[in-house]
């Protein structure tokens, strides 16, 4: 009994499946994407340049802070 009600499941598993394989291969969208992708060539691998980080002056650190302890301010005045 417990066999059967696995085999049950399992074919409406299946029915589910091939329903959405169905609707999918009518859209046309899913099918072009996948051979697309399949006949493209794996592009070569290039070296990942490093990133240069922005450094900031203390000068300008310290104007940035500046000017949004003002804008905090400005905030906290109007509340």
């Known amino acids: ?5 696995i085999i049950a499941q399992i074919d409406a598993e299946i029915s589910r499946l091939t329903q959405v394989r169905s609707l999918l291969a009518n859209t046309g969208i899913v099918t072009t994407k996948t051979a697309a992708l399949k006949s493209k060539k794996a592009p070569a691998k290039t070296k990942a340049k490093g990133k240069k980080t922005r450094v900031l002056s203390p000068e300008a650190r310290k104007r940035i802070a500046d000017a949004q302890r003002k804008r905090w ?3 906290k005045a109007k509340s």
Do not use: D, G, H, W
């Not at 009994?1 to 009600?5: D, H, K, L, Q, V």
């Open 1 to 5: 009994m417990a066999i059967e009600s």
């Open 73 to 75: 301010a400005a905030q």
